[in-house]
């Protein structure tokens, strides 16, 4: 093993120029991101630089066996935090080598959207409170959980600490780490209600950024629980019963939000929400119904409402806000596994362009 480790941080620096590129794609659920390596002759510093590559479609769900072939378009990288160096993690989305996005490609529509002038000029600010829970990987049981038993009831677990509270540290701050490391904005992590449960926060970031970050840190999770023999969920609500369920809470502001007057834009944004929360509820998350029922911190999915620092509503506004006259609210309702390309775009189209 400690040979085995050797090679793995081996050192290529003066050895040679070449780097490993590790291509990263989103898999026909829409949650089962894919990735494989490719050398490149030296450092790139945009995407742009990068070569399209293909994959195997039929393999992930996304492409017939008699015409399987999916091509990659690299769209942001990142710093490798497992290989080091010069090396680079690529967020990409997937077309058909005709060029058309594939039924499955959500960045593609998203990308429009962000780049629609009226949505430029609004500089539209994500944070993106994304929570999931750790499990054993033998059993499908909560990391640190009795198996086949529970812990004590919630209470002592929100942002605790100790043995008995704490269930996966190592994970997470390993995780937080790599994450500043690879260049993702992440503003915090804690422990959440249910014991087993974490989130890390990422943002303020600009428009589609957000959504690429969000995935890039959601597959650098998946690789460290990888490399520790744990599962991670972003199921809504992977323990039922009285435990909190697993969203993705996003909070959102335009420039003409955070502007004097700015509490005026918010209400007339958050009336826009309101009034297509079926639809945005359709977009927001598979199994959300069982998280969303107007419990643990939750407003019935069936019910649309908002308030100044009320948890137990779709829609948060902070006290800061509410004093201020401006800043940012909170849209509780997307669930764990959301897709954020969808879920940012969706409100942007929503509260920008979208006219009742």
């Not at 293909?54 to 290989?83: C, H, K, M, W």
């Not at 790599?178 to 992590?189: D, E, F, K, P, R």
């Not at 520790?228 to 809470?249: L, R």
Request: aromatic share 10%; proline share 6%; hydrophobic share 35%.
């Amino acid at each position: 093993m400690s040979l085995l480790n050797d090679l793995l941080n081996l050192d290529l620096t003066g050895i040679t120029e070449k780097i490993t590129a590790e291509y990263i794609w989103i898999g026909g659920s829409g949650m089962d991101l894919r990735s494989k390596a490719r050398t490149l002759n030296g450092p790139v510093t945009s995407p742009q630089e990068l070569p399209r590559w293909n994959y195997d479609g039929s393999s992930t769900g996304q492409a017939p066996g008699t015409d399987s072939e999916v091509i990659l378009y690299p769209q942001a990288i990142f710093r490798d935090p497992f290989r080091k160096g010069n090396n680079i993690l690529v967020m990409c989305d997937a077309y058909t080598p005709a060029g058309d996005p594939i039924p499955t490609n959500h960045r593609f529509k998203a990308a429009e959207i962000f780049s629609h002038p009226a949505v430029v000029a609004e500089i539209p600010w994500y944070g993106i409170e994304q929570e999931y829970t750790l499990l054993q990987k033998a059993v499908k049981w909560p990391y640190g959980w009795p198996v086949g038993g529970f812990p004590g009831p919630q209470g002592p677990y929100y942002c605790g600490i100790g043995a008995d509270k704490a269930y996966g540290r190592n994970i997470v701050d390993a995780h937080y780490k790599a994450c500043l490391y690879a260049g993702i904005n992440v503003s915090g992590i804690n422990g959440e209600v249910m014991p087993a449960q974490w989130e890390f926060q990422v943002g303020p970031a600009v428009g589609i950024s957000a959504a690429d970050q969000v995935w890039v840190a959601r597959y650098i999770l998946e690789r460290i629980t990888e490399i520790e023999g744990v599962v991670v969920s972003f199921d809504p609500k992977p323990i039922a019963g009285d435990w909190n369920g697993a969203g993705a809470h996003t909070n959102y502001s335009t420039h003409s939000m955070r502007e004097d007057g700015g509490f005026d834009v918010i209400k007339k944004a958050i009336e826009k929400l309101g009034l297509r929360h079926k639809e945005h509820i359709s977009a927001y998350g598979e199994g959300n119904e069982r998280r969303l029922t107007g419990h643990h911190e939750t407003a019935d999915i069936h019910t649309f409402s908002w308030g100044v620092a009320n948890r137990g509503a779709s829609v948060r506004v902070g006290r800061d806000t509410e004093k201020d006259g401006k800043g940012y609210f909170e849209d509780r309702r997307p669930a764990s596994n959301m897709d954020p390309y969808i879920v940012t775009s969706m409100i942007a189209e929503t509260t920008i362009l979208w006219k009742p």
